[in-house]
């Protein structure tokens, strides 16, 4: 027999198939290599007719689990799978729990065949990145295990960015630079390594998380991501994260606990700005609280004074080493020394931690009893006299009040027993105590916190503080059907429910001298309840004045909704070079408009004037507390107080003070009380009990329902305008662009005629536009950064948080702009214009369509994105330079409110105020040809422009 007609075996061995655990297929293949074959490598399920030829030599076990390495076994465990979730009804789609099963299904397999076999030889078969053909060659599944970790780094943007790393033979690999395969990672060439179930699970986690869209904001990111990974693995922040600084003189606190049942242990601690520290003082300490880290300078002077105070409390404390200090429970009481230390440590206002959890100590037989009674009122405030007891022993209300405030419940009686304030108690009086001001057995409190108390005692007790008349129309409202007060003759619109609601809601609360801030979702209609209120006080008081002060870019809106819907009330806007305060007065005008800017400017003239109403927009303009805006606020001389904001709270829960104690004067005594009883506690520690607390007391002064809740009163879509102004540098720019093209065109003009001169005419007005939206789109360079849309575009964007949101623009060079400063805002975004591949606006699309989908803001030409496009998942539009062409625009809105949508949409058409943007809009109302004739498009709006048009146009 010839050569060439020789048989020639094969030689068998296992082949790792490595892309197949995406496919949930079997990974391990038998491969059959013949020599001088002109096949030579040809590959073969696992079945046992390979399993018994060729690999014999397996031991019982490892033979087992390869026959198990075939599709048909993976496609059994599949439907077993299938079977299971149809059982549990878990509520994970059944894609993604075959995904997360079959794969720990073939990560167990895998895994258990390399302990059973040692020697376990292998090829791989995987593509060639850059040929795209399959290879197959020799490689090695190691049995040590990879240790994942992570590290942080920044990038020039400034951003924070998240780097896994696998330690394996103790080297480190980035992510990058290997290739992993769900739990199976091929470290360097040939050479694969099985990842553990949490680690692989880990990373999918952080793939599916998209840590990048947090990179600009470090709370965030430490928040969501870093803690959660720090949770089961290590990461090295690698000081990329500002640290917050915190000094200052610290609080002191001792914490009392128990040793057995013979010893009581005494702890110091300081608190420094709400962070508690204890043990050996060292200069500087570090603790994370929910994603920020605090850095404490710690007060040696100040702690160390403390622990000598604590060391001459008793004469064995100075034996002791000062980082706690013990007692037996009988020299503790020996001739009352417990208690008097007790007093005298409260005295001091030291915070005394613990007592409640003090298991051996007496506690008080007795229950508290308390007896509260109205002493008398002074105008907004009540004079309570309050006792509370156990047994025979009645409470001093500054020791109670400072209890309280330190967050315990329990109290050291004379006895030496322990009375404990039960959460009954708690609920009834706590508020009251805690917001009081004390004066021996009196306490003050503003009378409106009556609304907030339980229905009880307490609040019994506080309702003469309030008429019964008024208390009758209050439960009244609360009636859904019942009318309280009909809307007022002169306001021309008819009430949504929810908005009549909210107009009674203001008047009522106005009778008893209390303020309001209405806090719906945008698009509610805050402005028109807002306006029935003030003519509901014109009703009542025709000579009252009232104030409107708002952001600069909205005193045109208010003006123009005024004249809208009251149109028989004369109102003037106090802004700029407007600002004469005797005409206003002269003219017998009713409203006055004006701009924070303007009041912190003029308040020596304006807080002299009593003003019926005094509504402020945007009320979160106020949240600073030190700002001079907040200041001059707080001066208006106003009988009624009204703040509208749809986000009152903007960075932290801080931000409502200023604006409550504008509403509620005294209600919420100084700003360090606030902070420390409601600020600190929720927004570092979560205190689910003092959200709830800061919840109740605040729920009758503010008034929010978001758009889900009134749905069924919503139109399907409202579009607005969001007036913007410029600044004096924009402002510059643009007279100067425009009177050179206004000579320019008139010159054209003279000499050719308008038809021949429609195109200059049309580019001229692209650039004004140009210029509203950013000098920085034009291709001359201007001195200045100002672009008043941007600015207002991104307090949108901030302010909508969750909500997301279209952005259209005409211009490429705009949406880079924006998506600019969505990137320092730490805003996620998807952007497409003419450029981008339609593949990939369709790739985009779809993540933005989908629920677990994060990102909130989708930046899209105008032209690219005008139809086409199923955008239903958001619910704002905001067009941020109109097109002239209506029908454009509507496209446009129409990507969101299409069918498939289920929530109110709301569109808002951006236009600088005194430009030629506003002119357009006069234009198209005085013409009223809207999308027949002067908006079809672009050039036929310039068709039909007459030389006195084109002269408005640029003058």
């Known amino acids: 027999m010839s050569n060439t007609q020789q048989r020639i075996i094969p030689v068998a061995t296992l082949v790792l198939c490595p892309e197949e655990i995406f496919n949930h297929n079997s990974v391990l293949n038998s491969l059959h290599i013949r020599s001088g074959s002109s096949v030579p ?25 390869l026959a198990r390495f075939n599709d048909a076994d993976i496609a059994f465990e599949a439907g077993q799978l299938k079977k299971r979730h149809a059982r549990e009804k878990s509520g994970m789609p059944l894609e993604k729990f075959l995904d997360k099963t079959l794969v720990r299904y073939l990560h167990e397999l895998l895994h258990t065949l390399l302990h059973q076999h040692e020697d376990l030889r292998l090829y791989h078969r995987v593509k060639n990145p850059k040929t795209g053909n399959y290879l197959v060659a020799r490689c090695d599944l190691h049995r040590e295990v990879p240790v994942l970790w992570f590290t942080m780094y920044k990038k020039e943007d400034g951003g924070i960015y998240v780097q896994p790393m696998l330690q394996c033979a103790g080297k480190d690999y980035k992510l990058e630079d290997i290739r992993r395969y769900k739990f199976l990672v091929e470290t360097e060439s040939g050479h694969y390594h099985l990842m553990k179930s949490a680690d692989y699970l880990a990373l999918d986690w952080l793939q599916a998380s998209q840590p990048e869209q947090f990179a600009q904001d470090q709370v965030l990111l430490s928040r969501r991501i870093v803690q959660k990974l720090e949770e089961t693995h290590k990461v090295d922040r690698n000081d990329c994260f500002e640290k917050k600084e915190i000094g200052g003189q610290p609080v002191n606190c001792l914490y009392l606990s128990e040793i057995s049942e013979t010893m009581i242990m005494f702890t110091p601690r300081w608190k420094y700005e709400g962070l508690t520290v204890e043990g050996e003082w060292k200069a500087i300490h570090e603790t994370n609280r929910n994603g920020e880290i605090y850095t404490i300078n710690r007060d040696a002077d100040a702690e160390n004074s403390f622990i000598q105070e604590l060391k001459a409390l008793h004469p064995n404390f100075a034996k002791q080493t000062g980082k706690f200090f013990y007692l037996t429970f009988a020299d503790a009481k020996k ?29 008080s037989p007795f229950a508290a009893e308390t007896v509260m009674s109205i002493t008398r009122q002074e105008e907004e405030f009540v004079v309570l006299q309050l006792k509370v007891s156990f047994g025979k022993e009645t409470l001093a209300l500054n020791e109670l009040q400072k209890l309280l405030l330190s967050g315990h419940n329990s109290i050291l009686l004379k006895d030496n027993s322990i009375g404990i304030l039960q959460d009954e108690w708690i609920e009834q009086y706590a508020a009251i105590v805690k917001h009081g001001k004390i004066a021996k057995q009196e306490i003050t409190v503003a009378k409106w916190i009556m609304l907030s108390l339980k229905e009880g005692e307490a609040q019994e007790v506080m309702k003469p503080a309030i008429s019964e008349a008024w208390l009758a129309k209050w439960a009244l409202w609360q009636d859904e059907q019942a009318v309280v007060y009909p809307v007022p003759d002169i306001v021309q619109a008819t009430l949504r429910p929810y908005q009549h609601k909210g107009f009674e809601w203001m008047a009522l609360l106005s009778e008893i001298g209390a303020g309001a801030c209405l806090a719906d979702d945008m698009g509610l209609g805050k402005t028109l309840q807002t306006l029935s209120f003030i003519a509901w006080k014109h009703l009542q008081e025709p000579a009252a004045r009232h104030i409107i002060v708002c952001p ?18 004369k109102a003037t806007i106090y802004n700029g070079l407007q600002r004469n305060l005797d005409q206003f007065f002269k003219d017998e005008a009713t409203v006055l408009i004006c701009s924070y800017g303007t009041l912190r400017s003029d308040i020596e003239q304006l807080k002299i004037y009593p003003w019926s109403v005094a509504v402020i927009d945007e009320s979160q303009n106020i949240k600073n507390v030190q700002a001079q805006i907040t200041r001059a606020v707080g001066q208006l001389n106003t009988s009624a107080r009204i703040a509208l904001s749809g986000t009152p709270v903007m960075n932290n829960t801080f ?23 409601y600020a600190n506690p929720i927004d570092r520690d979560g205190d689910v009990d003092k959200i709830k607390a800061l919840q109740q007391i605040t729920a009758p002064f503010v008034l929010r329902r978001t758009k889900e809740q ?10 607005s305008v969001l007036w913007c102004e410029m600044g004096e540098e924009q402002m510059m720019v643009y007279n100067k662009i425009k009177h050179q093209i206004r000579d320019s065109i008139f010159l054209d003009i003279k000499a050719g005629g308008l038809e021949r001169n429609k195109l200059n005419i049309l580019q001229g007005i692209l650039k004004l536009r140009q210029v509203c939206g950013s000098p920085a789109l034009l291709p001359e360079k201007e001195n200045t950064e100002e672009a008043v849309k941007i ?9 909508l948080k969750q909500n997301k949101a279209l952005v259209f623009s005409q211009f490429k060079g705009m949406l880079h702009l924006i998506a600019d400063r969505c990137r320092k805002a730490g805003i996620s975004y998807y952007h497409f214009d003419g450029d981008t591949p339609v593949a990939e606006r369709a790739e985009m699309v779809a993540k933005f369509q989908s629920e677990e989908d994060k990102t909130t803001v989708f930046l899209i030409s105008l032209k690219s994105g005008n139809a086409g496009l199923n955008l239903t998942a958001a619910d704002y539009v905001f067009l941020v330079d109109p097109w002239w062409n209506t029908a454009v625009q509507q496209q446009a809105i129409d990507r969101t409110h299409r069918i498939g949508q289920t929530k109110s949409v709301f569109a808002y058409k951006m236009i600088c105020k005194d430009t030629i943007e506003e002119k357009i809009i006069a234009l198209q109302e005085k013409k009223q040809m809207l999308s027949d004739e002067l908006i079809s498009a672009e050039d036929g709006f310039v068709k039909n422009l007459s030389e006195d048009d084109v002269a408005y146009l640029f003058a």
């Open 710 to 719: 009134v749905a069924t009163d919503l139109p399907a879509k409202t579009e």
């Open 41 to 65: 490598f040809e590959m073969f399920p696992l079945d046992e007719f390979q399993i018994e030829r060729y690999f014999s030599k397996f031991s019982k076990e490892a033979k087992e689990t």
């Open 791 to 799: 600015d207002i575009l991104m307090e949108e964007l901030v302010r």
């Open 335 to 363: 001739k009352q020394w417990f208690l008097k230390a007790y007093h005298k440590l409260l005295d001091q206002d030291v915070e005394i931690i613990g007592l409640e959890m003090l298991r051996h100590f007496r506690y």
């Open 552 to 569: 600069a870019s909205l005193i045109y809106n208010w003006k123009q909704e005024l004249e809208k819907f009251i149109p028989g009330m």
């Open 655 to 677: 931000d409502l003070y200023a604006q409550l104690n504008f509403l509620l004067p005294g209600m919420f005594g100084g700003q360090e009380f606030f902070r420390k009883e």
